[in-house]
């Protein structure tokens, strides 16, 4: 799977990333990941590859393209037996966050890129569209700083498994109410809070590289990007967990107004949750033999350039991991647009 599908699914990334560079800072979010999400179905649908979307742009009803049960690939084709090998028919699984932090994007903040994961049929947890408490950590801390300890307790774990004090640790959070009283907490441990306004997924995977100078990811964001971040970690051997929020009094959105907790479990125990308690480890987030995952950059971001236009073309940065592959490996594409092509390459 990975030999077939390492450097196509580069490009699907870095055509998302294209397509939503053109509107950074044009303040319109909405316009920003509709054609990331565009530019990465057409690409997609490029792979010889039976792919079928198990987190994407949300329920078949609310999302034209790259909905929750979508099938991509020239191999879901109906004749795909007559020109796709056996092994591109193998079934694969694919989470898709096409433009990743669409705010970032739309103000022209750091952070945002064109995110995917992909498994084999079953290996990447299919997320309802709730929220989800978050701890990501190095892989030397993996296993053994817990989302059920308080955050000081892990700060104290972090420290000692980094070799280092507590107040040289930086602890990513995003900006919201809800996490008040987690910032509170961090500061006072000793560490030291680096406030995001969006993009989890970049924070939570930007702790498994030494040298970002994240250490930790703490709070509560969406549960798709959770496994989508849980993928890149599995890839990478951070650490990576996830549990359910289903308390409007934690998290109150304009969605959850009227709904009550009870609710929610319920909603959950009809997707087939019967434990809303659950905490969700890397492994059973992308439990897949094989997982891969790539990034592509659309503003600057920690581990990667944003998208850069010239005259006749652009010039991204992406990552792609595997868990077969053991290699994080960062490509930096020079994209000609013009015909004939007169580019000069330096
Ligand atoms: C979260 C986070 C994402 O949007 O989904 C956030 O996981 C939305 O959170 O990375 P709120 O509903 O609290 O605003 C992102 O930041 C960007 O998609």
Redesign the pocket.
């Known amino acids: 799977m990975e030999a077939t599908l390492g450097l196509e699914i580069i490009e699907v990334v870095e055509q998302a990333a294209i397509a939503s560079a053109r509107l950074m800072g044009k303040g319109d979010k909405n316009e920003a990941d509709r054609v990331a999400v565009e530019a990465m179905r057409e690409r997609m649908n490029k792979i010889y590859m039976r792919g079928r979307i198990v987190i994407g742009e949300g329920e078949r009803d609310e999302a034209p393209m790259l909905y929750i049960g979508e099938e991509v690939g020239i191999c879901t084709d109906p004749n795909a037996k007559n020109f796709c090998n056996p092994e591109e028919l193998l079934e694969i699984d694919i989470a898709v966050d096409p433009c ?3 705010n970032l994007c739309a103000y022209g903040q750091p952070g945002s890129m064109a995110v995917l994961a992909i498994s084999e049929k079953g290996g990447l947890f299919n997320a309802p569209d709730f929220y989800m408490n978050k701890l990501a950590a190095p892989a030397a801390a993996k296993g053994k700083v817990d989302i059920r300890k308080s955050p000081t307790e892990n700060l104290k774990i972090l420290a000692e498994c980094l070799d280092r004090s507590i107040d040289e640790l930086v602890v990513v959070v ?1 900006k ?1 109410d809800r996490h008040d009283e987690l910032i509170k907490e961090i500061r006072e441990a000793g560490a030291r809070v680096r406030l995001i306004t ?4 970049s924070a939570a995977i930007s702790c498994a590289f030494s040298g970002t100078n994240i250490h930790a990811l703490m709070g509560i ?2 549960a798709p ?1 959770g496994v989508i971040s849980a993928a890149a970690m599995r890839c990478l051997g951070g650490h990576f967990q996830g549990q359910l929020v289903t308390d409007p009094a934690v998290v109150r ?1 304009k969605e959850w107004a009227n709904k009550t907790k009870e609710e929610n479990v319920a909603r959950l125990k009809e997707m087939g949750i019967t434990d809303p308690d659950r905490v969700y480890e890397t492994e059973e987030l992308a439990s897949g033999q094989t997982v891969l995952f790539a990034a592509c950059g659309i503003t600057p971001g920690t581990l990667m350039e944003g998208v850069r236009f010239f005259h006749g073309g652009a010039r991204t940065q992406s990552l792609v991991i595997s868990t077969q592959s053991r290699t994080a490996r960062f490509v930096d594409t020079i994209h000609m647009f013009e015909q004939p092509r007169r580019l000069q390459l330096r």
């Not at 969006?198 to 997924?201: A, L, N, P």
Request: charged share 40%; net charge negative; glycine share 24%.
């Open positions: 990743e932090g669409t995003m919201r969006d993009g989890d997924v964001g969406a990007e959105t």
